[in-house]
């Protein structure tokens, strides 16, 4: 069962939307109600930069039930050109010739379905660029 909280987080996982502190400039994501840098409450929205470079990954093998037929697949560190990291599934390559450092991008895919007949849920993967 797909939670409220999805719906929540559409503007981040559809639109990458960050917020940005406007005392300290820090920018957080998921966007925060308090900045951890200067406790400031004021922030503006920015959207992320979609192209990074990998700074870590794994492949995973034995998975949770509902990716298991998804196996062997990449999840990966994202370090994004703004200096925000991410976790996201590296789709679309060879996973014997990831490396860390490398060049990649976030784009849109499904990211799960909820049962047969449910919802398609989106968001941001990435693949080498
Ligand atoms: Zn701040």
Redesign the pocket.
């Known amino acids: 069962m797909i939670s409220p909280k999805y719906f929540r987080e559409i503007p981040q996982r559809y639109r990458l939307e960050a917020s940005r502190?406007?005392?300290?400039?820090?920018i957080h994501f998921p966007p925060r109600l308090i900045?951890?840098?200067?406790?400031?409450q004021e922030f503006e929205t920015v959207k992320l930069s979609d192209s990074g470079k990998l700074a870590t990954y794994t492949v995973i093998r034995v998975a949770p039930s509902k990716f298991s037929q998804e196996t062997p697949y990449a999840i990966g560190i994202v370090e994004l050109n703004d200096g925000v990291k991410l976790t996201a599934q590296i789709v679309e390559t060879d996973l014997d010739k990831l490396q860390i450092g490398q060049n990649v991008k976030l784009v849109f895919r499904r990211i799960q379905d909820d049962g047969k007949a449910g919802i398609h849920c989106y968001g941001y993967k990435a693949v080498v660029s």
């Open positions: 502190c406007k005392e300290c400039g820090t900045c951890n840098k200067c406790k400031s």
